[in-house]
């Protein structure tokens, strides 16, 4: 392996699912290396692109003009595990270790150090390649917010922004018709979008992983509305939410992925319910995937812009083995490991989820 000050060629990839920012990222990630004399690749559709050899040389003709630009002109893909990848053999899909090609399709090319975007699956995945000598820089990336060891992740700020602009629109029409408006949001097992996104849209009640909901609560709001005058409310629900003693809702299960559940359909069955239980006509909007696209806010732009900086200094500096991170508004820089197994959740003294309980927010307990 070359040693770390002497590296001249580093690789970048995107992996997991899409957030408004990516783009930001390798923008300021090529620029700064670029900067300072490196050659860039870009590795194509995630880490099946260092297995299949997909790579492309990044230039500053490549990254002109894509800061605003959702999505990543690299491509992604949450699937293509290399420890575990998939391959078909006599028509039939069997999973090999398949990281000594992805490894050797980077030596060959030269590339001796990699920046990898993403989320947790894609940062636990360059953990292991780190630990088979590969030098990595990690830079959180989700709409969830769900990564530990760092305050805020790119794509959460652009993703509450689409939702709060849907519960505008929600509440004009849940007042005119009278109705209860039901708005499903993305965050698998947190809350963060729901509860950001609650709070800034005035939804009634919102409901969110880390507190199971007791629909009795919800139906006690809803009534308590309408002895005030109030015929109509709005619920943000986020998918990964439950009823107490319940089971979390899955739409379905996604073989080939690192994240095989997926999850959805609990704002629906609770709309069905409320519309049971109360005589109110209820419907369910679910944002889905409008919330991961789109041109990211001015917020996620600076920030993708800090992480895609620090992650090319790391390099420079020879950090690996490392996660850019937000604390105290500051960028710095903290170890994978300390990454492996934990997850980012809202607590229940979480300074907004009580400022929610004090201005009459119903959260279902």
């Known amino acids: 392996m070359t040693k770390l000050n002497q590296i001249k060629t580093i690789a970048i990839l995107t992996g997991g699912g899409d957030a408004p920012g990516l783009n930001a990222v390798i923008r300021a990630a090529v620029r700064t290396a670029l900067g300072r004399g490196l050659t860039v690749w870009g590795i194509k559709n995630g880490f099946g692109g260092m297995v299949e050899n997909k790579m492309m040389q990044l230039t500053d003709e490549s990254v002109a003009g894509i800061l605003p630009r959702g999505g990543t002109i690299l491509g992604t893909t949450n699937r293509d595990n290399p420890f575990n990848y998939p391959q078909t053999q006599a028509g039939a899909v069997i999973y090999t270790d398949m ?56 794509g959460f700020d652009t993703a509450v922004g689409v939702a709060t602009d849907a519960l505008d629109r929600l509440h004009t029409t849940a007042e005119s018709h009278h109705r209860v408006m039901v708005l499903e949001v993305m965050g698998r097992y947190a809350g963060w979008i729901a509860l950001h996104a609650g709070m800034a849209g005035g939804a009634d009640c919102i409901l969110i992983p880390e507190i199971p909901f007791n629909t009795g609560s919800v139906i006690a709001k809803i009534k308590e509305r309408q002895q005030r005058g109030r ?24 073989e080939g992925s690192h994240e095989k559940v997926r999850l959805g359909g609990i704002g629906e069955k609770l709309a069905r319910e409320i519309e049971e239980l109360t005589g109110m006509e209820s419907r369910c909007t679910v944002l889905g995937h409008v919330q991961r696209g789109g041109t990211p ?40 490991a300390d990454i492996a197994g934990k997850a980012n959740n809202i607590t229940p003294e979480d300074e907004l989820l009580l400022a929610g309980r004090a201005i009459g927010v119903c959260f279902g307990d």
């Open 231 to 254: 015929q109509f409310s709005l619920i943000v629900i986020a998918e990964g939410a439950h009823a107490l003693g319940g089971e979390i809702s899955i739409a379905r299960i996604v």
């Open 99 to 154: 990281s000594a090609r992805a490894l050797n399709n980077l030596r060959q090319a030269g590339i001796e150090a990699l920046i990898v975007i993403g989320g947790d699956g894609t940062i636990k995945i360059a953990g292991e390649f780190h630990q088979l000598g590969l030098p990595v820089v990690a830079v959180p990336k989700t709409i969830d917010n769900d990564i530990p060891v760092t305050e805020r992740t790119f």
């Open 297 to 336: 806010t001015a917020f996620d732009r600076v920030l993708s812009t800090r992480y895609g900086v620090a992650a090319a200094q790391s390099v420079l500096a020879g950090h690996f083995g490392i996660m850019v991170s937000l604390q105290k508004n500051r960028i710095i820089r903290v170890p994978i």
